[in-house]
């Protein structure tokens, strides 16, 4: 397979999140220093071991009193928000809007694949409100927690959880429930 790339609308959402240009001298160094330059332009693309370690980065320095998981699941929340003031995000934040939660959930391959090149998912309905979304490739899974949390908020629904129930070298499976 080709490399496993993360295309830099992602980056553009997360940088939206961390104050677009204000962000601090600090947190730009040590995005720099782990291939993103946010003094420059960004790259169309970038390896995802580099999203991997920007990710893990943020979380600790913008969250340094929690267990990094849940940091990075708050990093996920906010790059969500970040994400929809991008073009490609204003555009998919207003489709889910309209579709809702669950035909967000069935959507999530495709909308996962405007930021990389590699993303599957599979969805099983567990209930109305309740579903189990295996995705590939999860190594930090406090993002995923926190982008389909917030992305499923986003599409409407309220009281949302999601949690990670099995992993292993393939993917993980997250369960995602919220109140109707």
């Not at 209930?127 to 926190?146: H, M, R, S, T």
């Amino acid at each position: 397979m080709a490399e496993k790339l993360i295309f830099s609308q992602t980056f553009e959402g997360l940088l939206r999140s961390l104050g677009g240009g204000k962000i601090s001298p600090r947190l730009a160094a040590g995005l720099k220093e782990r291939g993103v330059d946010p003094g420059k332009p960004l790259l169309p693309a970038y390896p995802k071991e580099d999203f991997t370690a920007v990710i893990t980065f943020l979380a600790r320095e913008l969250h340094p009193g929690l267990p990094v998981d849940a940091a990075i699941t708050q990093i996920g929340r906010g790059f969500m928000d970040g994400y929809g003031e991008t073009m490609v995000g204003r555009a998919m934040l207003a489709m889910i809007r309209l579709i809702g939660p669950r035909r967000t959930l069935e959507r999530v391959t495709r909308q996962f694949r405007t930021g990389n090149n590699y993303s599957d998912t599979r969805l099983t309905e567990r209930g109305p409100c309740e579903f189990d979304l295996w995705v590939n490739e999860v190594i930090i899974p406090g993002w995923y927690v926190g982008i389909i949390g917030r992305g499923v908020e986003l599409s409407g629904a309220k009281d949302v959880k999601v949690e990670l129930v099995s992993q292993d070298a393939a993917g993980g499976t997250f369960r995602v429930r919220w109140s109707s």
